[in-house]
């Protein structure tokens, strides 16, 4: 009795793990019946993934007045039934993940195992595909309206389940040999990547201190053509929002802050223009890494210009390297396709030609 469970629980295992993962099977190993039930499970088991993917876009879109209440509950509903599913998708990666392991030739103990499964590349995006869905918490029942909040800032997460319906696309023959490629040149790729990031985080510094300074120059030089004091334009800041009893005092508050109401009045006339300088300024470090980004990807959307002469000199540079820094995966990733393909053509070629030659000699037997 021992036997007979231990040996449905590792074929029940094996099935699961090629099912979850998606292998490749040998048909040759299972009977009509069985096979027809694997298809079946599988099918089944891919097409529930990719429905419950696609259902983190239909949070998007913005229903009219009439159905809104409906259209939250069904949302809810669904987002519900997301939130189970990938708890138990992850799971499940989680334990056939040693199985899967083993028949790439790699044999780790169960710790090693799920240790490696949780930093891997799937158990990272399965994760973050529960935390999108951590918001339908709140719909289960009462929260923390501050835990509510963070929750629903995780929902840009459903990135991830994206990543995931790409991953389900690998039963597709084209797919398959598009993420063979990926992986097989992974590390040229990761390195490609690191220099990128590298290269953004040092223009970015560059840059960021050199518009700084340059719209530092600047607005001084602006205030010293108008005559007007930089500490004239904190208080008029505050002025203009400020409403006073009477003339009196207002004229106290400004003679107390050793301002007139003439300063006030030039700064007035002047504050637009004075405030115009700083556009199209890279002002904060996100937007110098935005800046240096779109500048490295050759695209540039002109919501920033570098002003500084060594912004200048920097976004030049970062254009330049921008041209082979993108032409070297493009070209990896194109060369590699194309060898993966002429490949594949290959072997269906010799896979045809040893068909042919086997009956042929079976013809000549008879």
Same mark, same amino acid.
């Given at each position: 009795m021992k036997i007979n469970l231990r040996q449905n629980y590792t074929y029940l295992h094996d099935q699961m793990t090629s099912i979850v993962w998606n292998e490749k099977i040998n048909k040759e190993n299972f009977n009509p019946i069985e096979y027809k039930f694997f298809r079946l499970f599988r099918n089944a088991y891919l097409i529930l993934v990719t429905i419950t993917c696609l259902l983190s876009l239909l949070t998007l879109f913005t229903p009219i007045q009439s159905i809104e209440r409906e259209?939250?509950?069904? #949302?809810? #509903?669904?987002?519900?039934?997301?939130?189970?599913?990938? *708890? %138990? +998708? $992850?799971? =499940?990666?989680? *334990?056939? $993940? @040693? @199985?899967?392991?083993? !028949?790439? +030739? *790699?044999d780790l103990t169960p710790h090693k195992s799920i240790l490696k499964y949780i930093f891997s590349f799937s158990g990272i995006i399965l994760l973050l595909c529960i935390l999108s869905s951590l918001d339908v918490i709140s719909r289960l029942g009462d929260i923390n309206p501050e835990v509510e909040k963070v929750f629903n800032q995780m929902k840009f997460l459903n990135l991830a389940r994206i990543v995931r319906f790409f991953a389900v696309l690998t039963i597709f023959s084209p797919f398959r040999t598009i993420f063979s490629v990926f992986k097989k040149q992974r590390k040229v790729l990761i390195n490609v990547l690191l220099i990128s990031l590298f290269l953004i985080v040092i223009f970015a510094l560059v840059i960021w201190n050199a518009e700084a300074t340059h719209? =530092? /120059? =600047?607005?001084?030089? %602006?205030?010293? /053509?108008?005559? *007007?004091q930089e500490r004239w334009i904190a208080v008029y800041n505050i002025f203009k929002n400020t409403t006073f009893e009477n003339e009196e005092l207002k004229n106290a508050w400004l003679s107390n802050r050793n301002v007139t109401n003439e300063n006030m009045a030039l700064v007035a006339q002047n504050i637009d223009s004075y405030n115009n300088l700083s556009n199209g300024y890279v002002l904060t470090f996100v937007d110098a890494l935005y800046f240096a980004s779109i500048t490295l990807t050759t695209i540039g959307y002109g919501d920033f210009l570098p002003h500084a002469n060594i912004s200048k000199i920097i976004v030049t540079i970062n254009s330049l390297l921008a041209l082979a820094i993108i032409a070297i995966p493009s070209g990896v990733i194109a060369s590699e396709f194309l060898a993966a393909t002429q490949e594949k053509v290959s072997s269906k070629k010799k896979s045809k030609e040893a068909k042919k030659e086997e009956i042929i @000699? /079976?013809? !000549?037997? +008879?």
């Amino acid at each position: 009795m021992k036997i007979n469970l231990r040996q449905n629980y590792t074929y029940l295992h094996d099935q699961m793990t090629s099912i979850v993962w998606n292998e490749k099977i040998n048909k040759e190993n299972f009977n009509p019946i069985e096979y027809k039930f694997f298809r079946l499970f599988r099918n089944a088991y891919l097409i529930l993934v990719t429905i419950t993917c696609l259902l983190s876009l239909l949070t998007l879109f913005t229903p009219i007045q009439s159905i809104e209440r409906e259209w939250n509950i069904t #949302i809810s #509903i669904l987002q519900i039934f997301s939130f189970f599913f990938f *708890i %138990f +998708d $992850y799971v =499940a990666h989680l *334990i056939t $993940y @040693k @199985k899967h392991l083993f !028949r790439k +030739d *790699i044999d780790l103990t169960p710790h090693k195992s799920i240790l490696k499964y949780i930093f891997s590349f799937s158990g990272i995006i399965l994760l973050l595909c529960i935390l999108s869905s951590l918001d339908v918490i709140s719909r289960l029942g009462d929260i923390n309206p501050e835990v509510e909040k963070v929750f629903n800032q995780m929902k840009f997460l459903n990135l991830a389940r994206i990543v995931r319906f790409f991953a389900v696309l690998t039963i597709f023959s084209p797919f398959r040999t598009i993420f063979s490629v990926f992986k097989k040149q992974r590390k040229v790729l990761i390195n490609v990547l690191l220099i990128s990031l590298f290269l953004i985080v040092i223009f970015a510094l560059v840059i960021w201190n050199a518009e700084a300074t340059h719209l =530092a /120059e =600047a607005q001084e030089k %602006f205030l010293k /053509e108008h005559s *007007i004091q930089e500490r004239w334009i904190a208080v008029y800041n505050i002025f203009k929002n400020t409403t006073f009893e009477n003339e009196e005092l207002k004229n106290a508050w400004l003679s107390n802050r050793n301002v007139t109401n003439e300063n006030m009045a030039l700064v007035a006339q002047n504050i637009d223009s004075y405030n115009n300088l700083s556009n199209g300024y890279v002002l904060t470090f996100v937007d110098a890494l935005y800046f240096a980004s779109i500048t490295l990807t050759t695209i540039g959307y002109g919501d920033f210009l570098p002003h500084a002469n060594i912004s200048k000199i920097i976004v030049t540079i970062n254009s330049l390297l921008a041209l082979a820094i993108i032409a070297i995966p493009s070209g990896v990733i194109a060369s590699e396709f194309l060898a993966a393909t002429q490949e594949k053509v290959s072997s269906k070629k010799k896979s045809k030609e040893a068909k042919k030659e086997e009956i042929i @000699k /079976e013809v !000549r037997h +008879d």
